[in-house]
């Protein structure tokens, strides 16, 4: 069976980064460190379940492991993850934070030199081996530093950029200065167009779950979601199909309303109710979905 696991290509050339990383650093630490965590990760998942799955379950899949092997397998899987997200972290083209994260930044840190001060200050005092993270929960941003291979996707955070602190990262161009490193790599190499296309993933998120969320409300409460018919028709949040089957069920609902209105609700107006199902009619047809009677009753009267 074919190796699951292959080396991701490296988003620029070698001595791209360099001088703030030299192309001989980039050179060991992709094709020696990288490429073992890959082969070791593909040795260790063949014949298991992992070796179907992909790395981002992996990895979150075993975090916790207990087990000797599985340890091993999350600490390989953890650090693929995290070597491919530490290379698109980093690019030569000097991009600026704009839109949505500059805002963000804003609201969360102040300016973006306060963030870069934290992420430095986040990753010099990482206690041996591992990583400093910018990451956003619910919309928030904030730093975070992780040990060995743990990265914050595995505990279901979004993680927005990266800095390797791991001394095969830095060692041939710094010895053992991380702090000279991270200045220089924080402060010219960061990725903001990596970042914000992570950031806009989360938002992204939020809104369908919020969508979903209204939707949801929408079907157990009609009025109360959308007071009328019209706003369900023109909702930006909701797709053709959701609109069409929300005002279907309004239909359904005031057709059963009119019907049990005489006798079981007498507080409802029975002009009022007709007047609503008019409206719930006429979006349908607005929205090309005029098909007002249930298909049981048009099989039943033709
Ligand atoms: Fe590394």
Not at 49 to 70: H, P, Q, S
Not at 78 to 92: E, K, R
Request: with cysteine; glycine share 6%.
């Amino acid at each position: 069976m074919a190796a699951p696991f292959t080396l991701s290509p490296l988003p620029y050339e070698e001595n791209a980064l360099a001088p703030v990383i030299s192309g001989k650093t980039i050179g060991f630490h992709y094709h020696k460190h990288h490429q073992t965590y890959v082969d070791t990760l593909n040795k260790l998942v063949e014949g298991t379940k992992y070796a179907d799955m992909k790395l981002e379950e992996i990895v979150r899949a075993t975090v916790k492991a207990i087990d000797e092997n599985e340890k091993k397998i999350f600490n390989n899987a953890g650090q693929v993850w995290n070597h491919d997200f530490y290379w698109q972290s980093l690019t030569p083209k000097k991009p600026k934070p704009g839109g949505d994260l500059k805002k963000a930044i804003e609201r969360d840190f102040g300016t973006v030199d306060t963030l870069i001060e934290e992420l430095a200050k986040t990753g010099k005092e990482q206690f041996g081996s591992g990583w400093a993270w910018l990451v956003s929960k619910d919309g928030k941003l904030s730093v975070d530093k992780t040990s060995n291979a743990v990265d914050p996707m595995a505990m279901g955070t979004n993680c927005l950029l990266t800095v390797d602190v791991w001394e095969h990262a830095y060692y041939l161009d710094y010895q053992n200065e991380r702090p000279k490193y991270l200045e220089a790599v924080l402060s010219k190499l960061l990725n903001w167009d990596f970042a914000a296309q992570n950031f806009a993933k989360e938002l992204s998120r939020q809104q369908s779950a919020a969508t979903a969320s209204r939707y949801e409300d929408a079907k157990s409460d009609v009025g109360k979601a959308y007071s009328r018919p019209q706003e369900i028709a023109e909702a930006k949040d909701l797709s053709l199909q959701q609109k069409v089957e929300l005002l279907k069920q309004w239909e359904i609902d005031l057709r059963g309303l009119m019907v049990a209105s005489d006798e079981n609700m007498p507080s409802t107006a029975p002009g009022q109710t007709a007047e609503l199902l008019r409206g719930v009619r006429s979006q349908l047809t607005r929205l090309g979905a005029p098909e007002h009677e249930p298909a049981a009753v048009n099989k039943a009267g033709g």
